[in-house]
Every structure is written in structure tokens, then in C-alpha cells.
């Protein structure tokens, strides 16, 4: 089959990075950024240029570690993100604009200039000694992935969750990674106390879809496998259908919740694609380059689902877009979790056990 030439054909992307170009508009007064050596690090052959982008990571310092908002309709008022930037390189992803604020580019730069936050563990545990702290469950995973491939140099991940074990303290992971096995002693032993959820996001059960989707996260198989071994150590495990890509992702909705309910996932949920600021002409240029046949058709979708716009901001209606297609989705899976007996129960991590972490040597009171 023949494919229409694109309007504004791109070079073909960095192998293993979900971003294809650099020529995304600029938020905050910023120049535009073009696909040269500003986003790209190629070297020059008689052959022509060869990839050589690499992942680099920044430690960061910051003062706090904390985060607390007050939106109305997300489920949790504080989060940890121990990385700014994501390898997985998902691009979808509703985080890549964040990285504009560092004058780094959403695109590449949000996937391969990474910053780590190795003092994370510290600062939690003074912020929980604190006297006027309220327990409350942590959420991590909420910005970027808290198991990307440089958490197995880090481990910071690891760190806060001994934190939050010593201080019995409620916590959710949400992620991509089958890496969180790693950490399934600490996971088991939190659950013990009933301290933990953990979330793990499958987007499609097609391989070669999610390797151009979401390049350098865990195969599906993989994400399936993890899930069904948390399950069976006892740890909480809930499956999120997220994103929903009309016409693209939306056929395995029924599919992925088969597969993780034989491997005894019980907690489901499933997230409508969000292309917030420079996400959205980022995702068009992947459309045009992967599906070009119905990249039309797939923005069209969106818009109709988000009030006519690439992406709707508004509070509740982000996250509970309307319209036919929506509706659609939202049917489909309430009807697939009923058949497969999941969402029936609805876990409440317990806060009552928080006790204040020892800080700078001082004891515990008891």
C-alpha cells in the first residue's frame, strides 16, 4: 500500500526514542528548537549521520520532596517523583511539558537529559519527623516513572520505600516497569501491613506497537508477568488501561483485562489519551510517521472527546472526557469488568499506623 507523503516529513528518529523530531513550538518565550545538534548528538560518516543520542543524568538537589496539590478529581493530594525526564520515552506521555521549564525541550531532551534526586530519601524522612505532618498516602509514579532503567543504578525508589516501611506510611506506585519486582520484599512486606497498591500501565498487548509507542519500557508480556507475581505475593496489584488511544490502543481494552484478571488482578481502571501543551504536536508528528493512513481520523476522535480541542484542562472533564467515543470506551470496560468479576472491592491503604521516622539519631517516641 502506498502511504501519503507527509506535509512536513522529518528525519527519521533516534533508534530506541519516541519523540521523531525536535521541531516542536516553545512555551515560556523560547526559541524553536530544530532536529540538529541541539536535541540530536549525531556524528557524521560518508555514510551519512549515525545515531549517537545517549540517556545523560543530572543529580538534583532539591530542598523538598513533597509535592501537594488540590485538584479536585485526582485521588491522592501528595506525590514523589524521584527523576524529572523518563527513559521509557512514552510518547503520549502528559509529563514531557514539564521539561519545558527547565529550557529543555519536551521532545528528545524529556527522554534522554534525565535528572535524579539521590537525597529523596533523606528529605522524606525529615519531612515525615516533622511535628505537624499528617499521614496521608504517598503516590509515586505520578510525573515519570518511578522504576525507568536508571532507578538500577539509583535505587531511590528503593530507598523511599524503606522510608516509608520504617514509618509505616501508605504509598501507590504506578509504572511500566516489570523493575518493580525488584523491590518485592519491601512491596510484600508493606502489603503485610496494608500499606501499598501498585499500579502497572499496559497500553496494548502488541509488542511492536508498544516498542514504537513507549520504546524502552517492559514488553506487555512483561507487565502481565509482574502483575500476576505481585498478586500472588500478596501485594495489591491493580491493571491501568492508560493511555486509551482511539483507533489505535482501544481494541486490547477487553484483552488486557482478560490477561491480568487470569493472573489474579482484581483492580482495574483505564485513562483517555491527554495531550496537554507541547504533547500534542509531539504525538501528531508520531501519527504521521507510524500511522499515517488514520492519523486523521485519531485526532478527530480526540477532539470530539475533548470538547473540541487537542486536549481539555478543565478539572473532572480531563479526566472523564465525553462525547460518543468516550462513552463508547467507558461501556466497554465497565461491561469487561463485570464479566471478569474485577472492581468489586475498593481498597483503603491504612494511615493509622504512621509513626514519626527517627531523624539525625534521635529515638522514636513510643
Known sequence: MIRPALPHPVPPAPRGRGAQSGAVPQRFGLAAR????????????????????????????PRSILTFNRSPDIPFDRSINA???CEHGCVYCYARPTHAFHD??????????????????RLLR?????PGYNCAPIAMGTNTDPYQPIEGRYRITRALLEVCLDARHPVTITTKSDRVLRDLDLLAELAAHNLVAVAISVTSLDPRLSGLLEPRAAAPTKRL???GKLAEAGIPAHVSIAPIIPAITDQFIERILAEAAARGVRSASWIMLRLPHETAPLFREWL???????????MAIVRSIRNGRDNDATFFSRMKPGGTWAELF?????????????????????GTQFRRPEVDGQLRLL
Open 34 to 61: 530544530e532536529a540538529d545538534g541541539d536535541w540530536l548528538d549525531v556524528r557524521a560518516t560518508v555514510d551519512g549521520p549515525v545515531d549517537m543520542l545517549r540517556t545523560t543524568v543530572t543529580v538534583e538537589q
Open 83 to 85: 527523576y524529572r525526564g
Open 104 to 121: 529543555l525541550s519536551p521532545g528528545l531532551d524529556f527522554e534522554t537529559k534525565l535528572f535524579a534526586k539521590p537525597a529523596a530519601a
Open 126 to 130: 525529615e519531612t515525615l519527623a516533622k
Open 225 to 227: 508477568a509482574a502483575l
Open 288 to 298: 504521521g510517521v507510524h500511522y499515517p493512513d488514520r492519523a486523521d481520523k485519531v
Open 330 to 350: 467507558r461501556t466497554r470496560f465497565r461491561l469487561a469488568c463485570e464479566r471478569l468479576g474485577m472492581n468489586r472491592l475498593k481498597l483503603e491503604l491504612d
